[in-house]
T-cell receptor
Framework: QKEVEQNSGPLSVPEGAIASLNCTYS??????FFWYRQYSGKSPELIMS????GDKEDGRFTAQLNKASQYVSLLIRDSQPSDSATYLC???????????FGKGTLLTVNP | GAGVSQTPSNKVTEKGKYVELRCDPI?????LYWYRQSLGQGPEFLIY????????DSGLPNDRFFAVRPEGSVSTLKIQRTERGDSAVYLC???????????FGSGTRLTVV
């Protein structure tokens, strides 16, 4: 069983739509959760962190966490072509320093 | 520096050779991490330094891999007797506090031919 599973892509949405990216994880002791964005040929860039159940909003991005369901998601509102990238989910596991990354979901926003 | 700096950006080496990859973290960051990312995969944890010591090296795949951070700043990842399967992007990250995510460098793309 994979430790971190993300919805298989690629995910294609029109400009201005909401993009929904999902992630499930197996390690129940995870307390911290991160979303990274990775443009093609570039390194991952931290865009969101969430630690408590519920929603956390930052601009056009909303992270949602449900620890009981071992589920974390990222919503991107008013998607822009510049949002086209691979989005990586990374729970922190039982440590504060070791992240376990999913394979990522490739998002394409079409103008 | 302003960000995490990794050198070289690209390295091509022959199978069996020894390579060193360097990481210069953000100034003042005590924690330093090495990850490896293969094509189509997410980054995979290799090793974590807190100061000069390796606090967790559980991700190093075998004893051909070794990393040091002698003065608590710059780190070097060393790979002996390279194999084609070692080809990947090696990412370094640093932070000043655990648990809040961290910033990656631009990576070193290692190709073993």
């Amino acid at each position: 069983q994979k430790e971190v599973e993300q919805n298989s892509g690629p995910l294609s949405v029109p400009e201005g739509a909401i993009a929904s990216l999902n992630c499930t994880y197996s390690d129940r002791v995870s307390q911290s959760f991160f979303w990274y964005r990775q443009y093609s040929g570039k390194s991952p860039e931290l865009i969101m962190s969430i630690y408590s159940n519920g929603d956390k909003e930052d601009g056009r991005f909303t992270a949602q966490l449900n620890k009981a369901s071992q589920y974390v998601s990222l919503l991107i509102r008013d998607s822009q072509p510049s949002d086209s990238a691979t989005y990586l989910c990374a729970p922190g596991g039982g440590s504060n320093y070791k992240l376990t990354f999913g394979k990522g979901t490739l998002l394409t926003v079409n103008p | 520096g302003a960000g995490v700096s990794q050198t070289p950006s690209n390295k091509v080496t022959e199978k069996g050779k020894y390579v060193e990859l360097r990481c210069d973290p953000i100034s003042g960051h005590t924690a330093l991490y090495w990850y490896r990312q293969s094509l189509g995969q997410g980054p995979e944890f290799l090793i974590y330094f807190q100061g000069t010591g390796a606090a967790d090296d559980s991700g190093l795949p075998n004893d051909r891999f070794f990393a040091v951070r002698p003065e608590g700043s710059v780190s070097t990842l060393k790979i002996q007797r390279t194999e084609r399967g070692d080809s990947a992007v090696y990412l370094c990250a640093s932070s000043n506090q655990d648990g809040y995510g961290y910033t990656f460098g631009s990576g070193t793309r290692l190709t073993v031919v």
